[in-house]
């Protein structure tokens, strides 16, 4: 996961600091783990910062 978002980081400054910020999913499931390993075909959901209520 680590690799992925470093890398969409590094396209822009501006994403980098979004994305710093933001949570992810695997296939639906919340990645807590930085060195979690994605595999081919796995679907990741990048979810920003948002307020609930």
Do not use: H, Q, W
Not at 12 to 37: E, F, H, P, Q
């Amino acid at each position: 996961m680590a690799d992925l978002v470093d890398g969409l980081a590094a396209k822009d400054a501006r994403l980098a600091k979004v994305l710093s910020r933001c949570s992810y999913l695997c296939d639906g499931i919340a990645v807590r783990d930085a060195n979690t390993a994605l595999r081919s075909g796995e679907t990741i959901d990048v979810l920003p910062p948002f307020a609930g209520g």
